[in-house]
């Protein structure tokens, strides 16, 4: 009698190891059909108002963006270096770019100086969106004399 009830909780156990096993790897056929997505941040963002910018160079340690403001003329550099993406930082003493990771420096129109990067910071151009706002593409780049004027408010 002993025998026979040891058998069924065996059998038990056994069936139901067979049965977890089959709802995991369903449970992994369906997972296969949800694909990864990596959600990135949009290449097209609004940085702020032009009457919000300083004259200078203002730094956007969010989206790792120098947007600088001459006169009525703005332009946009990224912040990343060329080299191996550390961020970069204007020291307007010596009006350049130094990447505080490995020592490259840029001029202020992003051009390599010295150091271990291989190619120039990336300009891109700007825009106005029609609530007034500067936007930026970070999916197209421009040419270092590149400007954007806004229209002047009626």
């Known amino acids: 009698m002993v025998d026979r009830a040891r058998r069924s909780v065996l059998r038990f156990l056994g069936q139901g190891s067979v049965f ?3 709802l995991a790897q369903v449970g992994a056929t369906v ?11 949009p290449k097209r963002f609004k940085a702020g108002r032009p009457e919000n910018y300083p004259q200078g160079f203002n730094f956007d340690p969010g989206r790792r963006l120098f947007i600088i403001s001459e006169g009525r ?19 307007e003493d010596r009006r350049e770019f130094d990447c505080p990771c ?23 151009p700007l825009s106005l969106s029609p609530d007034g706002y500067l936007e930026v593409d970070t999916a197209t ?6 400007r954007f004027s806004p229209p002047k408010p009626a």
Request: aromatic share 14%; net charge negative; glycine share 8%.
């Open 102 to 124: 490995h020592g490259s420096t840029f001029r202020q129109d992003g051009s390599v100086i010295g150091g271990p990067a291989p190619t120039s910071l990336p300009w891109y």
């Open 31 to 41: 997972r296969a059909f949800i694909p990864n997505v990596l959600y990135e941040p």
């Open 73 to 91: 003329e703005f332009h946009a550099i990224s912040a990343v270096c060329s080299h191996l993406g550390c961020t970069v930082q204007w020291k």
């Open 20 to 22: 977890l096993a089959f």
């Open 141 to 146: 780049e421009v040419s270092q004399d590149y």
